[in-house]
């Protein structure tokens, strides 16, 4: 196989390396591909050199795949090779078997029938032979038994005559028998007497002659003489040696036996061997091979002797010879046809016949004698008995066969084959020689051809093999390598993503912690700042700090948030709540700290948009706060304006911007419509889902077109130096876009004209399905009273928009922005009238007809500022106006350090109407509602102080930020800053559950006012905001009374019944005095088992709580407010307790809940500080946490917010 | 009336010994705040209540983990029942030795729980005799007429 594959030309380097020539061939393109690879590898060195320079790193990668490509490449090239080898030992495996199989199975039966060949080739001479030998006998059998017949009946023979009658008898019967055998070649009679008779045939001349001896020198009576010593008288001698006896020979027509010619005496035994009483000693037939000299084949005779009748003695003997020419001729005929050498000789060796030509005969001096086999002159058959001879030497193998099929005869093999013929005192031996080619030869080329095709034939597809296995083992090793690669980016990237998260886990989790003990700092702050005794320096110094805090504390929050986003944590809350309350209370909350950046903030929503909507509302206020908030940042001077309309094509905001016309540079929006398809917008509409629009509109620096898009990212921020101008990190946008992705919608930045940065974004909310209709604000009928307005407000923009809207409402609207205007207005249009008709008095129908204007109210709404606070002057000026109060009512817009004075002094000219900046719809709603009632009342002439006081106090409240005149203005608006990420703020439900009341936002301000106080106890300013306030307080009845209470940070929970579930006895102690501390009543209980029955008793137990009237006045307030029945307004639980622990109490109170439509608030306490914690809480339906070791502002201000939601 | 100041300002340098050296931290003190007229001995009623089931708890453990078999579980609830008093009292030296006792549980690591216990035990002991000295020396200060000076 390796031969066939060396031998072949088109095997290359693939070829299993066992050939010389092919492993050279393998062996060179080896070297070549190593220094192709090494070349390339260089290749990549240099390449990587010339980077080396800036890129190090680089270029050891390269450098380290290039290695690793290369022992890739060996190990794919090893395995290749492998692959060809076992190929090739297959191939040539297969190849040898077939070949063996065919071939030996076809030489097998070859062989088979070659053997039955040459034993018929053998015996068909053998038989011949035999057939002779027994011919012979039976012929001279016969000759004996006639001439014992003949000679019988002529014993005693008397006289010549009658000698000469027997001897012509002899002769007839002799002839007779002689004339039947043709192949006989003589038959000789040999009497006692010598007297000889005798027939030859010559094969080769065909001449028959008669032999005989002369009569007459024999005596009749020899017979007598010699029939006692019958043996003496009988001797060759007496024949031979009597030379005298003349022999006569007669031709004789071979036929007829007809005399043909004249007898002419020869020698005696001149022609013939006259068979002699010698020849048979022993009295019993006799074989031997003889010689004559006139025939060149040797002779087979045989004697027998002739009885007298007594068979006592031998009276003749009869010799019959038979030429063993036939079967030299017989063999020549066979070989002849079959091709190869049959030789027979006798026992000892000597020829006998033979297929070939050559003498058998050898003259020597002697005469003619029989050779040796071993001396023919027929070169084959004396190798091939000089190969017998020498294999079997003189221990020739009697009565057995030899067979031997390679025996190498000169260059030649044959098959020899010999046979022993066991004649008595004749055995023979045939031998057959047949050339190997005759028989094997075509089947040996045959074998070789065969042999040759085979091995091409494998040689071939070992080649096309080892080309496919090349050309797919490289394309396989090139995908290995593909995938190798593959998979290392896919591993490198999942290592990134698993960073990644860990990184935003592990924000998340510090953020989380950090969060804790910055409250703390900021507390502790806050407690520092109410200290009297700082100086001037250290005040500004603390006020810094806390600052920066609750700066950190914001940007803590901000990451909280976004990682809480970006690991899918955030969940929406689905809850009512009304949107324009929530903005209103934001703009408040901005426009005090656009006072000092000289910013005006608008709120434009179109009337359309829907009052109450499903959300979350935290988040939504958490969307506009970031973005307000960075507009301001980037905001000295001009406006921020945040509008909104909802998704309708009639809706026009009232600064006359049409909504629709933007739309179309929102494909996002456009393609999410679209593929909801015609039944997406049928869906949005069954579910009642509202898209509405809001645009934040500043007049700030502006962002770049190109970073429009990046802002959003995390981290990101327009322009890099606005780090170092305005602080912040670039969180709050990216917080912003992924709450606004996650309630369906988007933003983008707009294109604006003039300065500043407009962004855009809408919100897919849903609206409450009941309060569709009544879904837009309710609104009041301006028409109706016929008003009029002038609106003396300094900020261009606000002003504008309000009159807008006003006009829209039919208003009849006087714009003014400074004093001489507003003066200018007031004179054109009212003409002063200069009597001063006293409030209440004037009659309204006369003013209207002398104006000639058809008004029922005129309203004057003026900012303080125009007034001229600096100087006396706004004294004056307040006089001024009074002349108009007669026919008009003044609104005054207070700023938040507007001084008591003012507004006392307002107060005293009975400008009762106060609201603080900044104006928005809702307000305007308000001073006008005021004022018709007011104006109804005077019409019915009558006015009760406590309406007023009511109506002065109402809008007092809503000046959130005029409680402490005393504190600084940018310190406060930190603070609602914080309220506005502060974990209370995040406590859910807590927002919504303020929306539900209509007053809700005072109770909000109220409250936050609260949680101010509770760090603010010592504030003098406070003490007197107290006082001032709790009169309020108490004369609403909405309101809740606890607030009232809660006034005393002492007793901040008094009235509340808390349920303490607690294990450790320590933290029961610490956490029951603490609440007790607070004014709280505390029942502690063991663990959650406890927790759980004492609830379920007290369950029971309050039906007869309804009936007798407890006297505790705390529970008497609670159920007089009709609000509660259950003994406890809050459970705190530890998580982890014996027996039953929080989760599963709270389950298990949940569970008895559902029937009585009641929900008692549980406070989980946890030792866990981790937000999943948080998560298990509240899903097991706690609504709020706590994380031990309690604090105490933090566990207040929680359980404030879920009591008053009770409440 | 010196005595007394001596004896106050030993408190207070051993009180704040105290904070400096870790054994308290700031929730001792709200405890403190906690104290007044109605409940004039609240800060030794929980610290003593805190030794109470301190000790429980630490019996408790040692023998759970002295078990064949060691219930982890139970063990975590003990450390965990002691973590949330020890950071009640604000013994913060306990409460990190038990954050670590708890991480040793969640590996359900014997020898290192068993490390822990001896670690908390001695930090109880340390804390407790701390504690104690200082209720000694305020009493002290009471006994000598002064009032316990707050920090």
């Not at chain 1, 030509?357 to 002159?377: C, F, I, Q, W």
């Not at chain 1, 009543?1081 to 309804?1106: I, M, N, P, T, Y």
Request: hydrophobic share 40%; charged share 20%.
């Amino acid at each position: 196989m390796a031969h066939a594959a060396s031998n072949s030309p088109s095997v290359t380097f693939e070829s299993p390396p066992s050939s010389f020539r092919a492993m050279g061939l393998w062996l060179r393109s080896y070297v070549n591909r190593i220094l192709a690879s090494a070349n390339s590898c260089r290749r990549n060195r240099s390449r990587c050199c010339k980077r080396t320079f800036n890129r190090d790193v680089e270029a050891e990668e390269l450098q380290d795949t290039s290695t690793v490509c290369l022992s890739s490449y060996y190990s794919v090239f090893m395995v290749r090779l492998a692959i060809m080898v076992m190929l090739a030992i297959l191939i040539g495996m297969l190849t040898l078997l077939t070949w063996h199989f065919t071939k030996v199975y076809t030489q097998r039966s070859l062989d088979t029938l070659a053997y039955g060949l040459r034993f018929e080739l053998l015996q068909r001479p053998m038989l011949r032979m035999w057939n002779i030998i027994n011919s012979t006998v039976e012929i001279t059998t016969a000759q004996v038994k006639l001439s014992e017949y003949v000679i019988r009946r002529y014993s005693k023979p008397v006289n010549q005559a009658q000698q000469v009658e027997l001897y012509e008898v002899m002769r007839d019967v002799t002839w007779a028998l002689f004339a039947s055998q043709r192949a006989l070649s003589s038959i000789t009679i040999n009497y006692r007497n010598g007297f000889v008779q005798a027939f030859h045939r010559d094969h080769r001349s065909n001449k028959t002659s008669y032999i005989y001896s002369d009569l007459v020198n024999y005596s009749i009576n020899g017979y007598d003489a010699d029939t006692r010593s019958s043996h003496q008288g009988w001797n060759d001698q007496s024949i031979h040696g009597n030379m005298s006896a003349i022999w006569y020979r007669q031709p004789l027509d071979p036929v007829t036996g007809e005399k043909i010619g004249k007898s002419s005496p020869i020698p005696p035994d001149e022609l013939i061997n006259i068979a002699g009483i010698s020849q048979i000693p022993d009295g019993a037939a006799s074989w031997h091979v003889a010689v004559s000299k006139y025939t060149d084949s040797p002779l087979l005779s045989a004697a027998l002797p002739v009885w007298d009748s007594s068979k006592e003695s031998i009276v003749a003997v009869v010799g019959v010879t038979t030429a063993l020419y036939s079967v030299g001729q017989l063999m020549k005929e066979l070989v002849g046809f079959h091709s190869g050498h049959i030789y027979l000789t006798s026992q000892e060796g000597w020829l006998l016949a033979t297929s070939s030509n050559t003498p058998l005969l050898m003259n020597s001096t002697t005469g003619p004698k029989l050779m040796m086999a071993v001396d023919s002159e027929d070169r084959v058959i004396r190798s091939g008995a000089e190969w017998l001879q020498r294999v079997y030497g003189d221990k020739f193998p009697l009565n057995d066969e030899v067979h031997i099929e390679h025996a190498r005869l000169g260059h030649q093999l044959y098959y020899i084959d010999s046979f022993f013929l066991n004649l008595k005192r004749l055995p023979m031996v045939g031998v057959i020689i047949i050339p190997r080619k005759y028989i094997m030869g075509r089947v040996d080329e045959r074998a070789f051809k065969t042999l040759v095709v085979l091995i091409s034939a494998s040689v071939c597809i070992l080649v096309v093999g080892c080309v496919c296995i090349f050309v797919l083992t490289n394309g396989v090793s090139k995908e290995m390598k593909l995938r190798a690669e593959l998979i290392s980016h896919l591993d490198a990237r999942r290592k990134a993503e698993a960073s990644s998260n860990y990184k935003s886990q592990f924000l998340a989790n510090m953020s989380h912690e950090l969060r804790t003990p910055m409250a703390a700092v900021i507390g502790l702050l806050d407690i520092l700042v109410c200290d009297d005794c700082l100086t001037n320096e250290q005040y500004a110094n603390v006020t810094q700090i806390r600052k920066c805090s609750t700066a950190l504390l914001r940007l803590l929050n901000n990451i909280l948030d976004l990682s809480k986003v970006e690991s899918g944590k955030l969940v929406l809350e689905e809850t009512e709540f009304d949107l324009g309350r929530e903005l209103e209370g934001l703009v408040d909350m901005f426009s005090v700290q656009c006072i000092n950046h000289n910013v005006e903030i608008i709120l434009d929503l179109s009337d359309d948009m829907p009052k109450l909507v499903q959300g979350d509302s935290a988040r939504v206020v958490q969307i506009f706060a970031n973005l307000i908030s960075n507009s301001i940042k980037f905001t000295t001077s001009g406006h921020v304006i945040l509008r909104g309309w909802s998704e309708n094509p009639n809706s026009v905001l009232s600064s006359g911007k049409c909504s629709i016309s933007q739309k179309d540079s929102w494909p996002g929006q456009k393609m999410k419509l679209k593929l909801h398809g015609s039944h997406g917008k049928r869906s949005l509409k069954k579910e009642n889902k509202m898209v509405l629009w809001f645009e934040v509109d500043d007049t700030g620096c502006g962002i770049d077109p190109s970073k429009w898009e990046s802002v959003f990212e995390s981290f990101e921020q327009a322009d890099p130096s606005t780090t170092r101008l305005h602080g912040g990190t670039g969180l709050g946008l990216c917080i912003v876009r992924t709450l606004v992705n996650k309630m369906g919608g988007e933003i983008k930045v707009e294109k604006k004209n003039g300065p500043g940065a407009l962004m855009r974004l809408y919100l897919i909310l849903s609206t409450p399905a009941d309060l569709n209709g009544a879904g837009k604000h309710c609104q009041f009928k301006f028409k109706e009273h016929k008003l009029t307005m002038v609106l003396a407000l300094n900020g261009r923009m606000g002003r504008s928009t309000m009159a807008q809207w006003l006009q829209k409402n039919l208003v009849h609207t006087y714009e003014a922005s400074e004093w001489n205007e507003l003066t200018q207005t007031l004179q054109e249009h009212f003409k002063a009238s200069y009597m001063h008709i006293p409030p209440g008095e004037f009659s309204e129908s006369d003013q209207m007809h002398t104006q000639g204007i058809s008004i029922s109210v005129v309203v004057i709404v003026i900012v303080i500022g125009l007034l001229e606070l600096s100087t006396d002057i706004w004294k004056e000026q307040l006089a001024y106006l009074d002349k108009y109060s007669s026919i008009a009512k003044f609104a005054w817009i207070l700023n938040h350090d507007t001084p008591n004075a003012i507004k006392a002094e307002l107060r005293w000219r009975g400008h009762l109407l106060m609201v603080s900046r900044p104006l928005y719809k809702a307000k305007i709603v308000q001073i006008l509602e005021a004022v018709i009632k007011d104006q109804q009342m005077e019409l019915q002439k009558y006015v009760t102080a406590t309406i007023e006081g009511n109506l002065n106090e109402c809008h007092e409240i809503d000046a959130i930020h005029s409680w402490t005149p005393s504190s600084d203005d940018s310190d406060k608006s930190e603070r609602d800053d914080l309220r506005l990420a502060s974990p209370f703020y995040r406590t859910p439900n807590a927002s919504p559950s303020l929306n539900r009341t209509p007053n809700g936002h005072h109770a909000e301000f109220a409250h936050v006012r609260y949680e101010e106080n509770a760090c603010n106890k010592k504030s003098p300013g406070q003490t007197r905001q107290e006082e001032q306030q709790s009169p309020i307080t108490c004369l609403k009845e909405r309101d809740t009374v606890r607030i009232s209470t809660s006034m005393d940070e002492q007793s901040s929970l008094k009235g509340l019944r808390i349920l303490l579930a607690e294990d450790t006895p320590v933290l029961q102690r610490v956490a029951t005095i603490m609440l007790e501390k607070l004014g709280a009543k505390v029942v502690a209980v063991g663990d959650g088992l406890q927790a759980v029955e004492a609830l379920k008793f007290l369950l029971h137990s309050s039906e007869l709580r309804k009936e007798s009237p407890v006297e505790d006045d705390n529970s008497e307030i609670i159920t007089a407010n009709g609000l509660s029945l259950l003994p406890y307004d809050l459970i705190l639980m530890d998580c982890q307790m014996p027996k039953m622990d929080g989760y599963e109490a709270t389950k298990a109170i949940r569970k008895s809940e559902l029937g009585s439509g009641s929900h008692i608030p549980i406070v989980a306490l946890t030792a866990h500080a981790m937000s999943c914690d948080e998560a298990k809480c509240l899903e097991v339906g706690m609504d709020a946490y706590l994380s031990k070791p309690i604090d105490r502002k933090l566990m207040v201000s929680t359980i404030l917010s879920l009591t008053k939601r009770t409440a | 009336m010196d005595g007394v100041i001596l004896l106050q300002k030993q408190l207070v340098d051993y009180s704040t010994s105290l904070y400096k050296e870790g054994f308290l931290d700031d929730q001792f003190k709200q405890l403190q705040q906690l104290q007044d007229e109605s409940n004039p001995d609240f800060v030794v009623e929980v610290v003593y209540l805190f030794f109470e089931d301190s000790e429980r708890l630490l019996n408790e453990l040692s023998k759970t983990l002295n078990q064949q078999i060691v219930d982890f579980k139970k063990v975590d609830a003990h450390v965990h029942q002691l973590k949330g008093s020890s950071s009640s009292i604000g013994a913060q030296r306990v409460q990190k030795v038990c954050i670590a006792f708890r991480n040793y549980c969640e590996e359900q690591n014997t020898e290192g729980c068993l490390r822990c216990l001896q670690l908390v035990k001695h930090e109880y002991s340390l804390v407790k005799n701390k504690l104690e000295t200082m209720f000694k020396l305020e009493k002290q200060v009471l006994a000598a007429g002064g009032s316990i000076p707050m920090h």
